[in-house]
C-alpha cells in the first residue's frame, strides 16, 4: 500500500508562529502562562504542558497579578487587553497578523458604516476568534454558523459581512450569495477566509479522490479541522477522523491500495508522521 501525506498539511504560519514564541518563552523562562488552548490540538497542548505551558480559561484570567500571559493566535476581545492592564500583566501577543487585520477592518466597517448598518459574521458562536472580532464593535456583530441562521439578520437594514479566518470559503460565498438575494441594500462583502485555509479546499477534494482511503488527523475542537475534514469525505466516503495515533484501525486497510493522510491548520506535521509511521507497522 502506498502512504500519501497531503502537501498542504500542518501548522499554518499564524498558530506556528504562536508555537514557537510559546517554546522560545519556555526555553529562557522555564514557564508561562497563555490564555485558552494555544493550539485546538488535544496532543499538541498536552506536549506543551510537559515543556512547561500553565493553561488558563477567562476565568482564571481575571485573577492573575503581575505575571506574563501569552495572548495565542486567534486573537482576543478588547475587555481582555483592559484586563490585563489592571493586573499589570505583561502580554506576549501571538495574535495572528491576518487576524489582527481582520479585527481593524471590522470596526473600520462599522465606524463608516450606512444608517442601521449591520455587522455579520459567518463564523462560529463562542469561538475564541468570532469572539474578539465581534468585541471590536461592542459585540455588536451578528454572528452565523450557516444559511439557517440568516433569519437572525434583517434584510431591510444595510449589511456588511466577513467571516471567521478558518471558515469554508464555499460555504462563505453560498451565504454571500443568500444574503445578496434577500438585502434591499447593496452588501458590502469581505473576503476574509484566510488563504491558508481557502486554497485547500480544492486540493483536497482532488487529494481525497485521488486515494482509496482518507485518515484525516485533527483535535475535535478545531473548526477548520471539521470543515477540511466534510471536504474529504465529501469526496471520499472512506475518510476517517481521528484525534490520535491509538485510533488508527488496522481494518479500516482492507483492500486499499493507497491511503492519503491530511489534517487541520492545528496539527502538527508530526502527528501526520506518527500515523503514518503506525499504518506502516501494521503492513510492512
Ligand atoms: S488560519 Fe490563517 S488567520 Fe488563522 S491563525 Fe492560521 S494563518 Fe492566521
Request: with cysteine; hydrophobic share 35%.
Amino acid at each position: 500500500m502506498q502512504i500519501n501525506i497531503d502537501k498542504n498539511a500542518g501548522f499554518c504560519f499564524g498558530v506556528e508562529e504562536a508555537i514557537s514564541i510559546a517554546e522560545n518563552k519556555l526555553n529562557n523562562a522555564g514557564s508561562l502562562i497563555c490564555l485558552g488552548d494555544i493550539v485546538h490540538n488535544d496532543e499538541e497542548v498536552s506536549r506543551l504542558k510537559q515543556k512547561g505551558i500553565e493553561f488558563v480559561n477567562n476565568n482564571l484570567f481575571k485573577k492573575i497579578k503581575n505575571k506574563t500571559v501569552l495572548f495565542r493566535a486567534h486573537g482576543e476581545h478588547p475587555e481582555t487587553y483592559k484586563i490585563a492592564k489592571q493586573n499589570n500583566i505583561k502580554i506576549i501577543d501571538a495574535t495572528c497578523p491576518i487576524v489582527l487585520n481582520l479585527q481593524k477592518k471590522i470596526k473600520k466597517a462599522y465606524e463608516n458604516g450606512r444608517e442601521g448598518e449591520q455587522i455579520v459574521i459567518y463564523g462560529k458562536s463562542g469561538h475564541a476568534e468570532a469572539i474578539g472580532l465581534s468585541g471590536q464593535i461592542n459585540d455588536n456583530a451578528i454572528i452565523i454558523q450557516g444559511i439557517s441562521e440568516l433569519n437572525k439578520i434583517d434584510f431591510a437594514k444595510p449589511i456588511t459581512i466577513f467571516s471567521q479566518t478558518t471558515m469554508s470559503n464555499r460555504k462563505y460565498l453560498q451565504i454571500v450569495d443568500k444574503i445578496s438575494e434577500k438585502a434591499k441594500y447593496e452588501i458590502r462583502f469581505n473576503k476574509t477566509v484566510c488563504g491558508q485555509v481557502s486554497y485547500r479546499d480544492n486540493d483536497l477534494e482532488k487529494f481525497a479522490k485521488e486515494n482509496d482511503i482518507i485518515i484525516f488527523v485533527s483535535g475535535t475542537k478545531s473548526s477548520n479541522g471539521k470543515m477540511l475534514y466534510e471536504i474529504c469525505k465529501k469526496h471520499n466516503p472512506n475518510t476517517y477522523f481521528i484525534s490520535s495515533v491509538n485510533q488508527v484501525d488496522k481494518q479500516w486497510f482492507n483492500n486499499v491500495n493507497t491511503c492519503g493522510i491530511s489534517g487541520a491548520t492545528s496539527t502538527p506535521i508530526s502527528q501526520i508522521e506518527a500515523v503514518k509511521k503506525q499504518i506502516e507497522n501494521y503492513f510492512y
